[in-house]
């Protein structure tokens, strides 16, 4: 009995080495951009960027928001094959991979939704609206 029991242990010791150890190099990745942005030393410059001017709140489209220019790159791209697949199959699917979304075509409706994990511990769907 106390060695089913010591080989119990030791397989749950190693799932739970091997779950930390799968979940650990995001945190600490994480840590070292985080700790990498906060030594870097933005530079002064005269004036904010942020800040628009009433000439150019007034040219801002009614019901849009006015975005900062930056820079933004695309840095990585990634394709993926994606068949129809239920709602239910699409769950299961996020259950099996380390992220808390899946984004997969509808089987129904043929369009793009999304399954998301939430805090309470459900699962979430996002639809595309109808454009009328």
Request: one cysteine or more.
């Amino acid at each position: 009995m106390y060695a089913s029991l010591d080989k119990l242990s030791d397989r749950l010791g190693r799932k739970l080495r091997k779950y930390k150890e799968r979940k650990r190099p995001r945190s600490v990745l994480g840590a070292r951009q985080l700790s990498n942005l906060e030594t870097q030393q933005l530079p002064e410059e005269e004036g904010d960027e942020l800040e628009l001017s009433l000439q150019e709140v007034a040219e801002v489209e009614p019901g849009t928001v006015p975005l900062a220019q930056t820079p933004w790159q695309v840095v990585r791209k990634k394709s993926f094959p994606m068949p129809p697949i239920s709602v239910d199959e699409a769950v299961l699917c996020l259950e099996y991979i380390d992220h808390d979304f899946y984004v997969f075509q509808n089987a129904e409706t043929n369009k793009i939704n999304v399954v998301y994990k939430r805090n309470s511990g459900d699962v979430g769907l996002i639809e595309p609206e109808q454009v009328a």
